[in-house]
């Protein structure tokens, strides 16, 4: 059974301060691994790519543990505008039918 | 920019008519996909398709079914709708095929059915 597993929030953090959430997956034969956000009655949009070896888009670092099967967004300076809910998404494999959604996780920035 | 276009924001049916949701692509992309989207369940894969005439199904296609006739047309049916049906579908495209970093997909705004 492919799973993939997140802590629904909501995470209710102020303006300025550093957010951090994980996201589990089950099928240790997983090939790559992405963070996606969606906006309120909006569609999902891919927000980045996680690397092996973790990488950075500006405020945004992504990390990934295959060891232990985890995924982790960290979100610095958080903006008001970070308010969303972040899915993590897996792909057990090559093709793109295999991406596997995580349920989210509601992150509120708060003034 | 890509644009995938949904014909229909809000739909509201009865049970047992059957449903139609069109998506198109405005990019050549190849792939085209069916998801829903429920509260506590997540986005769940319908159909998709990687070719014109071609569909696969995806976790969770009873109840529904597919035309692909064109490639940047994708269209979801509903042969007999029930409530059970009630949700906010998603159309999606990508462009890659067979590549282990596909991940990028890009939604339409959705449709949101509520069948009565």
């Known amino acids: 059974r492919k799973e993939v597993e997140q802590d629904p929030g909501p995470f209710n953090v102020p303006e300025g301060a550093t957010v951090a959430f994980n996201c589990t997956y089950s099928?240790?034969?997983?090939?790559?691994f992405f963070w996606y956000r969606q906006d309120c009655r909006k569609e999902p949009k891919l927000l980045m790519s996680?690397?092996?070896s973790g990488n950075e888009d500006g405020r945004f670092t992504a990390q990934l543990n295959r060891a232990s099967q985890y995924i982790s967004l960290l979100i610095r300076d958080s903006k008001l505008s970070d308010s969303a809910t972040y899915l993590c998404?897996?792909?057990?494999?090559?093709?793109?039918?295999?991406?596997?959604f995580g349920k989210g996780t509601h992150l509120i920035i708060q003034p | 920019d890509v644009k995938v276009t949904q014909s229909s924001r809000y739909l509201v049916k009865r049970t047992g008519e059957k449903v139609f949701l069109e998506c198109v692509q405005d990019?050549?992309?190849?792939?085209m996909f069916w998801y829903r989207q429920d509260p506590g369940l997540g986005l769940r894969l319908i159909y998709f398709?990687?070719?014109?005439?071609?569909?696969e199904k995806g976790d969770i296609p009873e109840g529904y079914s597919v035309s692909r006739e064109k490639k940047e047309r994708f269209s979801l049916i509903l042969e007999s709708a029930s409530t059970n049906q009630t949700s906010m579908y998603l159309c999606?495209?990508?462009?890659?095929?067979?590549?282990?970093?596909?991940?990028?997909?890009?939604f339409g705004e959705g449709s949101r059915l509520t069948v009565l």
């Open positions: 996680v690397y092996s």
């Open positions: 999606a495209s990508s462009p890659y095929r067979g590549d282990a970093n596909t991940g990028e997909l890009f």
């Open positions: 990019m050549d992309h190849e792939n």
């Open positions: 099928n240790s034969a997983s090939q790559s």
């Open positions: 398709s990687y070719d014109v005439k071609m569909k």
């Open positions: 998404v897996v792909n057990i494999r090559r093709g793109a039918d295999g991406l596997t």
